[in-house]
């Protein structure tokens, strides 16, 4: 069973509407949460962090929750542009600096 | 400064073939990653290296080795290439600080490779 689980597998939404991905994870003992983004042919660059403390973080368009009573993590995309079109990957830091993946939202702006 | 620098971009080779991917990365950090990335897998860790001169198995190893050359530099060797290992390779490196919050991955632009 993967240890961090992110939904919508993917999405398509119109340029200028809103639109929310979600992370759930299972792993312990919780350290922070990282949303990264991956355009098409890149490597993936990170958005934002969300520490034990931390309940909402804004990048921009981009705002983070987190709450770690339930282990849930979402990236809230404000306004979509084309350009937010990208794969959307949650990465959990657990334990002894160990790292779970999840699998990615994979988010399409269509004008 | 250029990061996480990754060579070839791309690469084709037949079954039985060797090749190693090249990483460098010029942020002095301590340490660095292999990732393959396959649809509907997501990033999976191959090896990683914690600190100069040390190296370990990640979730998939099978069918790779590594060398960390130096600080900057991590290597990832496939000895006989098998269709399996069709994959999009990233290398990735991270700063560890006890306690701290900001490290991050940054990872380089990944290497396509086909195995037919």
């Known amino acids: 069973k993967n240890q961090v689980e992110q939904s919508p597998q993917s999405l398509i939404i119109l340029e200028g509407k809103n639109c929310t991905l979600q992370?759930?994870?299972?792993?312990?003992?919780?350290?922070?949460l990282r949303w990264y983004k991956q355009d098409t042919g890149r490597g993936p660059v990170s958005l934002t962090i969300?520490?034990?403390?931390?309940n909402t973080k804004s990048n921009g368009r981009y705002t983070a929750t987190l709450d770690a009573d339930t282990k849930q993590s979402s990236l809230h995309i404000t306004a979509s542009q084309l350009s937010d079109s990208a794969s959307y990957i949650c990465?959990?830091?657990?334990?002894?600096?160990?790292?779970?993946f999840g699998k990615g939202n994979q988010v399409v702006v269509i004008p | 400064n250029a990061g996480v620098t990754q060579t070839p971009k791309f690469q084709v080779l037949k079954t039985g073939q060797s090749m190693t991917l090249q990483c460098a990365q010029d942020?002095?950090?301590?340490?660095m990653y292999w990732y393959r990335q396959d649809p509907g897998m997501g990033l999976r860790l191959i090896y990683y290296?914690?600190?100069?001169?040390?190296?370990d198995k990640g979730e998939v190893p099978n069918g790779y080795n590594v060398s960390r050359l130096n600080k900057r530099e991590f290597s990832l060797r496939l000895e006989s290439a098998a269709p399996s290992q069709t994959s999009v390779y990233f290398c990735?490196?991270?700063?560890?600080?006890?306690?701290?919050?900001?490290?991050?991955?940054?990872f380089g632009s990944g290497t396509q490779l086909s195995v037919l």
């Open positions: 990735a490196s991270r700063v560890r600080f006890r306690g701290r919050q900001d490290e991050k991955l940054f």
């Open positions: 992370c759930n994870y299972t792993v312990s003992p919780f350290s922070n």
């Open positions: 969300m520490t034990f403390s931390e």
């Open positions: 990465v959990v830091s657990y334990g002894n600096n160990r790292l779970a």
């Open positions: 942020m002095n950090h301590n340490s």
């Open positions: 290296s914690a600190s100069e001169g040390t190296t």
